[in-house]
């Protein structure tokens, strides 16, 4: 098939579901069109893997004024912050010059914050990847946000979002999300008839080839947890994990290390870190050396949306994991068997301890968990259900 995908930003290792859908689609002989911003500070170093998987690659700077005038802008409107963010005269004339002299057979559009770059309607089926209900990651941020700042951006984007979002399925072709919750959230917004048929689960995947287990010596007691840290989630759970967790592991095992990896740690992580036995690492060039090495990854996920691929990355390395039951909604995987489930930091720290007492117990569940990810996580299944959904969309 040949698509024209549309992104707010280059997709990478950090935007992991375009990068992986960009990356299978090619690989299963799909011609690819790749027209994307590159917003303030975007890291570029994946288009040298990009330009091998797509037709042609057209780029489109989205400079820091131009954002901050989006906002001020959005203000007495109606739009979503997120999806005014990446407004753009010039990529709307890019993708219009684009779809004038070539023809796509689908248009992929990525995200709520690429929503606003769609095309005005000309024949050609518009697949929207929502990725989550962003409306539902408000709601839930309203409730559980680690600080006022996420609870008021949360508070002043909620209304907008839900409205905004309720209108995707007549918008679209097809909307994608990554869990049934999501979809849950997006059919009960739109209230219409066709948006159960319209709204698809697509779930994420694992790069299964690149997370996989290496020959790396475990480190004794030292617990991972993973994650771009500047997502008001993650902060919260690293946060969660350091304060009510850690003390109850150190009564028992008071050597045990923990490692929080991931880019833009807040100045509150930084500050817990002077605890010698907390590593905040900051930006590392690769994952998979601190998932290998660990002796277990502990995920105690507060609130969130979609799929956690944090999850599922370190139970693709073999690493056994921890977490709560928030990202299990969206898992077919089993608890004490793929990976040990706790909710309250008296649960966590236990089956912590009992892991790190149990050398063969971890071992079982580490490779439960590969296993799992290999069973219902591989990329190639994702890009192929996504070519029933092009072709589906393509036909009405």
Request: with cysteine; proline share 7%; charged share 20%.
């Amino acid at each position: 098939m040949r698509i024209l995908f549309i992104s707010p930003y280059i997709p990478s290792l950090v935007r992991v579901r375009p990068y992986n859908i960009i990356k299978h689609l090619a690989w299963r002989g799909n011609e690819i069109t790749l027209l994307a911003l590159v917003p303030p500070g975007e890291d570029t170093t994946s288009l040298a893997d990009l330009k091998e998987w797509c037709r042609q690659i057209e780029l489109v700077t989205l400079p820091r004024w131009r954002t901050l005038w989006n906002g001020v802008q959005a203000l007495p409107g109606h739009t979503p912050f997120q999806a005014a963010y990446s407004r753009s005269p010039e990529m709307q004339a890019l993708v219009t010059k684009t779809l004038k002299t070539t023809r796509f057979d689908v248009i992929h559009v990525e995200h709520l914050r690429g929503a606003e770059l769609s095309p005005a309607p000309n024949g050609t089926p518009v697949v929207f990847d929502s990725v989550d209900s962003i409306s539902l990651l408000f709601e839930k941020t309203l409730h559980a946000g680690p600080n006022w700042r996420s609870r008021l951006k949360a508070r002043l984007d909620l209304e907008r979002t839900r409205s905004y979002e309720s209108h995707l399925a007549e918008r679209y072709a097809r909307v994608l999300v990554t869990s049934p919750q999501d979809k849950e959230s997006l059919v009960a917004l739109a209230g219409q008839p066709n948006a159960n048929e319209r709204i698809a689960v697509l779930p994420n995947g694992v790069d299964l080839a690149y997370f996989s287990p290496l020959d790396l010596p475990r480190e004794p007691a030292t617990l991972v947890f993973s994650g771009k840290m500047s997502y008001h989630a993650n902060e919260a759970a690293a946060i969660d994990l350091i304060t009510t967790v850690m003390p109850l592991i150190w009564q028992q095992l008071p050597n045990t290390q923990l490692k929080i990896v991931g880019k833009d740690p807040s100045s509150i992580l930084l500050a817990l870190a002077e605890d010698r036995r907390i590593t905040v690492t900051g930006t590392v060039p690769d994952m998979r050396p601190h998932l290998a090495q660990a002796t277990i990854s502990v995920l105690p996920i507060r609130y969130g949306v979609g799929i956690q691929n944090k999850v599922l990355e370190a139970m693709a390395m073999e690493t056994p994991v921890i977490t709560t039951s928030q990202p299990m909604a969206s898992l077919k995987a089993k608890a004490g068997q793929d990976l040990l489930v706790a909710d309250t930091p008296g649960d966590i720290a236990a089956a912590a301890l009992s892991l790190l007492r149990n050398e063969q117990r971890r071992h079982q569940i580490g490779t439960a968990g590969r296993r799992y990810v290999e069973t219902h996580h591989d990329w190639n299944a994702t890009a192929q259900n996504l070519e029933s959904i092009y072709r589906d969309a393509a036909h009405g």
